[in-house]
């Protein structure tokens, strides 16, 4: 019977997915620290033992945590992108990520009066 692959055997399949988890606030060797939820859309995953990081990177911080998987992404919580050690998440599930859609805004100018803000044509009509 053949066991089927999940994105713990295998982290590339990561590449796409929105992970939501709990991250150590800070992740180091040796000191206490509270969890915070983390939202990442994974953009990119490095399995170290087959690209290990430069012989210099962990001499810059020795005392980071790091694991056997790197992951790269957006972290839609702080708007930007970081790296998160896969190991380091204390509990993480993966889902589909769908963007939501764009809400097109246009400013309607009248006669003496301040613009007034017109959405999409299917919000006005629920309007």
Known sequence: MSKKKSTRDRPEMLVGKLLVGLYPRHNFQGVPSYCERRQVLVEKVRVLRREPLDAIT???NPLLNRGKTLITGTDLDKHEERSFYLESFRIWE???YV???AVEIEVVAV???PPAIACSPELQ???
């Open 111 to 113: 006669r003496s009066a």
């Open 94 to 96: 993966t889902f589909d």
């Open 99 to 101: 963007a939501e859609p």
């Open 58 to 60: 962990p001499t810059i």
């Open 125 to 127: 009509r629920r309007a």
